[in-house]
């Protein structure tokens, strides 16, 4: 067995995975509380309406994404350097590869997005093309790649669909106290089923809203590590970080807000969580996601010697 | 499966270079020079990614010097592209493609010795005719297959040549079927 320094990190795992049974427990326990309160019949049909909301969202990933941001896709004769860049990257990787896109917006990010492997799209904004070296680049697209490779896309849309099926029933809820709010229905203690309903879907969207933020920046600190791995340069990684952290609030605030329904994709949030700080931030903190790239340089740098065991072989 | 479980944990596994292959590459030659008129021209190069740092520096002292005290000391250049990749290129006799072969594969073990296979990218062995064409045999270690790169200028390659070679040498090696990843290498050593 060949010796690769790639370590896993059981920590993050662990938490990561953590968070994701719970997300589906939030799941399961929304579906389950509806079908107390709800008719019986009533439960299974809002849930398949959610599911097929959130398939919706994640199948048309690619071009919903590329609309909002108002990227056109990228040729290999309009951007020779991009293409070739990625080019090397996936033979790296040897993943199959994705479409190109740019987006003509001055803020510096880049994002990757679509439903598959296969049909997926990496998008950079022109703010990025200009502000980074090549190294730093290739970095960038190392890990919108790893999102790719990781099937983020995938992983964050069920992540969330718990909290969308709770939004969705919110709304309805609110619906049926204006229109149905004199019906008590068959509920005899008095508190009208919608108002149960309502109580039940703000709840379940809150955490699940917590708990998909804290999942996202567990997946973005996952996606820093593959993409350093790929290209052993785990120091442009972080200089771009900086660079795109510190480009970012010298941006006007217009331009930011204009970019805020992609946040979730981007390599850097684009408008950073005030409110709630750290907890509703989509993105770890740079402090955190520098201390994880100057680990796995550390690692890359140290020599081994030919006789002992490698670092945790995979 | 595994490729469920690297999605749910957020860590695909970096692929590990396919290093074998690379020992079909004489036979290939003579096909070549039979069939198409291609003669070696007694370079071949590593192309990698490397880190910084001590680790990999070591590893290129390493493989340098050992390439250089072998008996028929073959010349040894190590440099970095404009995309961060490092090449390794041997220069040796025309004819003697095996032991050419041999030294790219003293290059790639030693990388993988210090757990660095997973950067390696493509070897280039070029090969030429009396014509003046210029055409690399490039192997993609992580694929594990073989396509033809035949530049004809500065940004320019002759596309039907590569084709045909691929048909040409379909019977001795593994070549890529997958035209997109016949990266095109500009300014490559050797060619």
Not at chain 1, 54 to 73: F, L
Request: charged residues 20%; negative net charge; aromatic residues 8%.
């Amino acid at each position: 067995m060949a010796r690769t320094r790639f370590g896993s990190d059981l920590g993050l795992t662990a938490r990561m995975t953590t968070v994701m049974f719970l997300l589906g427990g939030i799941f399961v326990a929304l579906i389950v509380v509806l079908m107390f309160v709800l008719p019986a019949q009533y439960a299974p049909f809002i849930a398949l309406i959610g599911l097929g909301v959130v398939w919706w969202q994640w199948y048309n990933s690619d071009t919903v994404a590329m609309k909002a941001m108002r990227a056109r896709e990228v040729t290999p004769e309009e951007a020779p350097e991009l293409h070739a860049m990625i080019d090397r990257l996936v033979a790296l990787a040897d993943m199959p590869k994705p479409r190109v896109g740019v987006a003509d917006v001055n803020v510096p990010n880049a994002f990757a997005t679509g439903r598959s492997p296969n049909r997926s799209v990496v998008c950079v904004t022109t703010g990025i093309l200009g502000m980074l070296t090549a190294d730093e680049m290739e970095a960038v697209l190392a890990h919108e790649l790893s999102h790719v490779a990781h099937r983020d896309v995938l992983v964050m849309t069920i992540a969330s669909s718990a909290g969308i099926i709770a939004g969705g029933l919110g709304r309805g809820a609110q619906y049926g106290a204006w229109f149905g709010g004199g019906r008590r229905d068959n509920n005899n203690n008095g508190v009208p089923v919608w108002l149960v309903v309502l109580v039940i879907s703000l709840v379940v969207y809150a955490v699940s809203f917590f708990l998909t933020r804290l999942l996202s920046r567990y997946r973005e600190l996952c996606a820093d590590r593959s993409g350093a791995y790929l290209t052993m340069k785990p120091r442009a990684l972080a200089t771009a970080l900086q660079k795109i952290a510190g480009g970012m609030s010298a941006i006007p605030e217009k331009d930011l807000r204009a970019s805020s329904a992609m946040n979730a994709f981007f390599i850097t949030p684009a408008i950073k969580g005030v409110s709630l700080g750290q907890l509703t931030s989509t993105h770890p903190s740079l402090e955190q996601r520098l201390e994880q790239l100057a680990k796995i340089e550390a690692e890359l740098s140290r020599p081994v010697d030919g006789s002992a065991e490698g670092p945790a072989a995979l | 499966m595994s490729r469920f479980w690297g999605a749910i944990t957020g860590r695909t596994t970096p692929k590990q270079a396919n290093l074998d292959s690379l020992f079909l590459v004489p036979s290939a030659a003579v096909t070549l020079q039979t069939a198409a008129g291609f003669i070696p021209t007694g370079t071949g190069s590593v192309c990698f990614r490397a880190p910084d740092g001590a680790a990999y520096q070591q590893v290129q002292d390493e493989v340098v010097g050992l390439l250089r005290d072998e008996d028929d000391k073959p010349d040894v250049q190590v440099h970095r592209d404009d995309f961060g990749f490092t090449w390794v290129v041997v220069d040796r006799v025309e004819d003697d493609v095996e032991g050419l072969c041999t030294d790219l594969h003293a290059v790639n073990a030693a990388l993988e010795e210090q757990g660095f296979s997973t950067g390696l990218l493509c070897s280039l062995v070029p090969f030429h005719d009396a014509a003046g064409r210029n055409v690399g045999l490039v192997y993609l270690y992580k694929q594990g297959t073989f396509y033809a790169f035949a530049p004809t200028g500065p940004k320019t390659r002759d596309n039907l040549l590569e084709l045909q070679l691929r048909d040409t040498l379909a019977g001795d090696l593994p070549m890529e079927q997958d035209l997109q990843r016949w990266l095109a290498l500009w300014g490559a050593p050797g060619l």
